[in-house]
């Protein structure tokens, strides 16, 4: 009889079906709901947005079903296509928007 080696031994991902599977139930399980901001949310991100002049920003955004969180100072605010540009050509739109906060 032959040896199987480590492959004896292998938890999980042993298959290369199961390995597909695990990742499946790993990205579903880091899935969230997007987050409904209410009008004074929404109101207080306006008037950063109006009365930005170059300062760090935090940025919270719902993008791919996961709230992501930056630091940055924004490049350009595009009203007309309803987006923000940030260094290295990175656009969020402003209906992903959840959050913005001056850091001080």
Same mark, same amino acid.
Do not use: C
């Given at each position: 009889?032959?040896?199987?080696?480590?492959?004896?031994?292998?938890?999980?991902?042993?298959?290369?079906? +199961?390995?597909?599977?695990?990742?499946?139930?790993?990205?579903?399980?880091?899935? +969230? &709901?997007?987050? +409904?901001?209410?009008?004074?949310?929404?109101?207080?991100?306006?008037?950063?947005? &109006?009365?930005?002049?170059?300062?760090?920003?935090?940025?919270?955004?719902?993008?791919?079903?996961?709230?992501?969180?930056?630091?940055?100072?924004? &490049?350009?605010?595009?009203?007309?296509?309803?987006?923000?540009?940030?260094?290295?050509?990175?656009?969020?739109?402003?209906?992903?928007?959840?959050?913005?906060?001056? &850091?001080?």
């Amino acid at each position: 009889m032959s040896e199987r080696g480590m492959k004896k031994w292998a938890p999980y991902k042993s298959l290369i079906e +199961q390995e597909k599977y695990l990742k499946k139930a790993s990205d579903n399980n880091e899935k +969230q &709901v997007r987050p +409904q901001i209410s009008s004074d949310e929404a109101e207080i991100i306006n008037e950063i947005l &109006v009365n930005y002049h170059g300062e760090e920003l935090l940025i919270s955004y719902w993008r791919n079903e996961k709230i992501n969180t930056m630091s940055a100072i924004l &490049v350009k605010i595009d009203a007309l296509n309803k987006k923000i540009v940030l260094p290295n050509r990175r656009t969020i739109y402003f209906r992903e928007l959840i959050g913005l906060e001056r &850091v001080r």
